[in-house]
Every structure is written in C-alpha cells, then in structure tokens.
Nanobody
C-alpha cells in the first residue's frame, strides 16, 4: 500500500489557489521532515518547500516564497501545500516526500499530483 498519498491537484486559472495535501498511512511520518517538490514538463525535480519534523520550521524556494505555504496537521498525519496566485509556470507534477533520518535525503515519496495553471 502507498505510504504517502497526495491529492488536491487539478486544473485552475491564473491567480487561482489550490491546496495540495499529502496523507501518510503510518503514524511515524508525523515526526519526519516533509517536503514538496515539483517536476515541470521536460525539467528536473525542483524543491518547493520543506517543513521540519519536530519544530514548526519551514523553508521555501525563492520562486514560491510569499505565495505558497507548507503546513502540517499531526493529528491527521497530513502535510499541506497552500498555493496562491498560481501562474502558468507553476504547472507541474507535485510530489510530497519524507525525510525519515533528518539528513535532507528523502526516502519516501508519494505518487505525484498534477497541477495545471491555464493562462
């Protein structure tokens, strides 16, 4: 069974908002650092945002800072990515990933969710 399941993606118009979610199937993920990365068409994986495992520390890629917010609900074992003011260049498959050791090596990955922003 899938350990990380993403949802919330879809097709939106420019400057619309979306909230992605990533739900873990096992309680241990509530203590792991989590991140969101994306893969735009024809490009490599790009870091989007990270949230620490034990502290409410967050980090963002420059391109999304101020527009995207990563958060987590430990009771629901879910990490969110609130995306505002979406632009066509945000179109990508978004993946959530977990860092179980704390070395910024992500060893668990979701299946990915498509986000398409129409201009």
């Amino acid at each position: 069974h899938a350990l990380l399941v993403e949802g919330g993606g879809g097709l939106v118009q420019i400057v619309d908002s979306l909230r992605l979610f990533c739900t873990a199937s096992e309680p241990r993920f509530a203590t792991y650092a989590m991140c969101w990365v994306l893969r735009a068409p024809g490009k490599d994986l790009e870091f989007v945002a990270r949230i620490s495992g034990s502290e409410p520390k967050t980090f963002y890629a420059y391109a999304v800072e101020g527009r995207f917010t990563i958060s987590r609900d430990r009771d629901k074992n879910t990490v969110y990515l609130q995306m505002n003011s979406l632009q066509p260049e945000d179109t990508a498959v978004y993946y959530c990933a977990a860092d179980s050791i704390g070395t910024r090596v992500y060893d668990y990955w979701g299946q990915g969710i498509q986000v398409t922003v129409a201009s």
